[in-house]
Nanobody, 121 residues
């Protein structure tokens, strides 16, 4: 009923920048929190950044000052601007939305399938 599609991943040299996007489609009534997470093989998925419906943001300590999350509510889209990238930022990046469907009284979490970011040294 809801699909999240990430884009913008790729290969970049250390110190470079990338901008990720994630757009939701489907029977959406509203979207609460939006977030970005990342995961490497054999490791737990970790939070990178979140943004509330009102625009409040949180960041992992490892990305503060380098990454910026933003959202466009009219487009059901969240962005992650990643600057000064480091090799340790290499991971599959996933978006997660808290979505209330049309006709539902509550929200559920939906995940995208991920986009790979590779930062070379």
């Amino acid at each position: 009923q809801v699909q999240l599609v990430e884009s913008g991943g790729g290969l970049v040299q250390g110190g470079g920048s990338l901008r990720l996007s994630c757009v939701a489609s489907g029977s959406i009534f509203s979207i609460n929190d939006m977030g970005w997470y990342r995961q490497n093989p054999g490791k737990l998925r970790e939070l990178v950044a979140t943004i509330s419906k009102g625009g409040s943001t949180t960041y992992a300590d490892s990305v503060k000052g380098r990454f910026s999350i933003s959202r466009d509510n009219a487009k059901n889209t969240v962005y992650l601007q990643m600057n000064t990238l480091k090799p340790e930022d290499t991971a599959v990046y996933y978006c997660k939305f808290g979505v209330r469907l049309i006709g539902n009284a509550y929200a559920m979490d939906y995940w995208g399938k991920g986009t790979l970011v590779t930062v070379s040294s």
